[in-house]
């Protein structure tokens, strides 16, 4: 199974005047999202069988991530790799209509 597009990513900074970085790929393809620049947000690569890499850069520092996996379409799978590619999540799947 590809990995689900419909991923909410928020990224919150420790300090509480820092912003939030809403990001939200629901519903879209990996062809509609913006493309990963250096030092931005998008995706860095795809391959034949619809599964993607989505980055973000920021600086370093603690932030609080919140991830919505799900989506209203189709059944998704999502890996969730922070930092230099440590892993957080692996091959989570969600079944079609599930957040």
Known sequence: MPLSPALA???T?????SPT???DLGGRSPEQMPVYRAGGSGVERRDES???LYSV????GLYRVTLTLGDRRSAGRTTVKTESR???L???ATRRGRR
């Not at 900074?13 to 005047?17: E, G, K, Q, R």
């Open 9 to 11: 990513l928020v990224l």
């Open 13 to 17: 900074a420790s300090v509480a005047a």
């Open 21 to 23: 970085i809403d990001i």
């Open 50 to 52: 619809g599964e993607f």
């Open 57 to 60: 850069a920021l600086p370093e």
């Open 86 to 88: 440590r892993l957080v």
């Open 90 to 92: 692996r091959d989570v």
